[in-house]
């Protein structure tokens, strides 16, 4: 069987997302598609907006064949990391074609990452600020004449360097996008497709008549009657706050990223007298010009779920194939390729591996399931939960 | 000028604190009462319905001179080591009379400390659980015909026992309790007077008819008016449950008082797919038969707290005089004493003593107020607050 490679995060899951899985397919004539997907928390540091079993339900129901878990130490990375953990994963997996939206499709960009390759090797570009990526971005279209700027593009194009970078054969298939734009804050009217940025705006400011012409119709449903991230602000700060005020400086400058001295900052503005009284307020106090607001918020999370240095490290060496779900055809193609994956597939999490491997997913989960307020005694995200089988039923 | 030494919690201020105070100055004829209490959290490990501030206030409108902290490394202790602390402070500045309630008032509690002594030089009484506390006590019954077991009696026996294992000169003068019982869960409908935990009983069932008439007309006014602790049980929860939850084992195994393993025991409870949900059912499913559930408590407000044994062993070693608020009196009571005070008396906390001697008082401060949902930009529980001034009116 041929499958190919997705990465995403179906936050959430949308019309444009099933428009992809269809062209995925159609453009590589795979059997199957294998998706690899951030699973609760996102790449900009934020939680997803359903649980990864919703998320992983509505791309079963919607074109997806395979759906496997990008841990939490590859999901919320820069783009860099997040996409050689993705890259890494589908490869174990046998996936040698990776489908991806691009802003130009037409561009080969692994020809880019190659040229980028040499240009890194006679400079010193080793820093990942705003700063540096402009002046990257600056020198890379000097020499290759493109102009690496949209965001799908930056994406596609650490698509590429992963695979450079690394020792698997996977062909890029760049397709355009259909219809809107990746920072697209308003949905278009006549528009059946809109980003997931504007979706979630939509979803926080109640516009449901919006939401509900640019989403499958179990999407619709899944956002009005599972718990959503939509109220997780105030949670996520309270106890945010509460961890700066707890923790001594020495605590929290072991947590992964926190660099420069950030330690200090963070527990002075929380604890000023006239300290922010919102998430997103109190992160534009902390924030320098150095660092990206993502980045920061990935900081914010890192701290929020106690992730030190070396348990990031420790992780990021030992990764996993973990199954969220499959459709018959995802299932058949995984007896055909598990016995060489090149990583442990995990399909059960038990106590032992919650406490080893698989612990900063396990933690990740309890924290999403601590701010939804959803009682402990609710089935957890990860401890005896099984892969979910989606049969599809005969038209 | 001569003065009185009373140890407190004022959890709340009741009509028998104000007896209590009169008492004190009249049996001793003292000019001043100085009162030594708990700060933001009480002995038994739970957050005090009024900040520290407001039940200063209280207790200066209504018969206190100098009020002090007990700080927090002292107050959320058990019996013996509260009793040390609160002594300790009294003796440095310079009070030699302590009056406390009694149910037995006509015991003499130095002379049943030495005797105490003379057991303890014999057997191995060093451990403090249950089991232990009623072997003691019937040991000491056999030796003394004193059968120690009312918890005002036990308290005296505490106090007996730190003044004579300090070198300070202080004498004792046990009081009987005007009508209500230490444990008195019931209000009785002919009296004035009433049991601390009473009350708290009465404020969390609402029953404000009951509350009324048994504090003085300004406690009222400021439970009724100011944050109390009546609804912190779930932002309690919350917290502690997020710190099981992200902490690791190791970490949570450094936190002052977690013996035994209890802290595989925390997170096992806590993650368990039937977990307790509120507080107090969490604490009875952790609890052993070796541990009083005051014990139980007090661990899990380290816990909260974060505070580790390192810093309570260096916090315990290194005390203090935080001044809360004096009359005039006091205050020309403190100038005579203060050049021979022997701890540093501290009228002023800034940043320094914020992150030095003080940093748990200031943690504990924090935590209260986060638990209150006070806003950060509120004037805090320490920094740049002055001691309160109050000047009685004339009559």
């Known amino acids: 069987m041929k499958a190919v490679g997705i990465i995403a995060e179906y936050n959430p899951f949308h019309n444009g997302h099933a428009y992809h899985l269809q062209e995925a397919k159609r453009v590589t004539g795979a059997d199957v598609a294998v998706v690899v997907m951030s699973g609760n928390f996102v790449q900009r540091g934020e ?3 359903l649980d990864k079993w919703e998320r992983t339900k509505l791309a079963l129901h919607n074109g997806a064949d395979l759906m496997v878990e ?3 130490f590859d999901a919320v990375q820069p783009g860099h990391l997040f996409a050689q953990g993705a890259v890494q994963i589908l490869a174990a997996l046998g996936v040698h074609d990776l489908v991806f939206g691009s802003e130009h499709p037409d561009v080969d960009f ?4 190659k040229k980028a390759a040499a240009i890194e090797s006679e400079g010193q570009f080793t820093d990942r600020t705003q700063t540096f990526a402009s002046a990257y971005a600056a020198q890379l279209e000097e020499k290759t004449g493109f102009k690496l700027e949209d965001p799908n593009d930056i994406l596609a194009f650490s698509y590429a360097k992963a695979v450079l970078a690394s020792d698997v054969e996977m062909d890029l298939h760049p397709i355009a996008r259909k219809q ?4 697209d804050q308003l949905i278009d009217e006549a528009q059946d497709i809109a980003s997931a940025s504007s979706i979630r705006l939509a979803l926080h400011k109640g516009k449901w008549e919006k939401v509900e012409k640019v ?7 899944a956002l009005k009657e599972k718990p959503t ?3 997780f602000e105030k949670p996520f700060f309270d106890l945010l706050r509460y961890r700066l005020l707890t923790d001594t400086v020495g605590q929290l400058g072991q947590v992964y990223q926190m660099a420069e001295g950030l330690e200090y900052r963070l527990v002075g503005v929380a604890t000023a007298k006239e300290a ?4 997103q307020s109190f ?3 902390v924030k320098s010009k150095r660092y990206t607001f993502a980045r920061m918020q990935r900081t914010m999370l890192y701290t929020l779920l106690n992730i030190k240095v070396d348990q990031m490290q420790a992780a990021m060496a030992d990764s996993y194939i973990r199954l969220l779900g499959f459709t018959d055809e995802g299932q058949a193609y995984l007896s055909e390729v598990k016995r060489r994956a090149r990583l442990p597939i995990i399909s059960r999490v038990d106590q032992g591996l919650a406490k080893a491997n698989l612990r900063l997913d396990y933690k990740a989960g309890l924290v999403w399931q601590l701010l939804a307020g959803q009682a402990a005694s609710q089935e957890g995200q990860d401890l005896a939960r099984r892969p979910i089988h989606y049969i599809k039923e005969e038209n």
């Open 70 to 72: 990008l841990p939490v």
């Open 276 to 279: 922010p009284q919102s998430y």
């Open 229 to 231: 991230s939509l109220g």
């Open 180 to 183: 809107a734009a990746y920072h």
């Open 47 to 49: 939680p997803a907006i």
């Open 215 to 221: 989403v499958p119709a179990d999407t619709l449903k």
């Open 110 to 113: 692994m020809d880019l990452a």
């Open 283 to 285: 992160i534009r106090a």
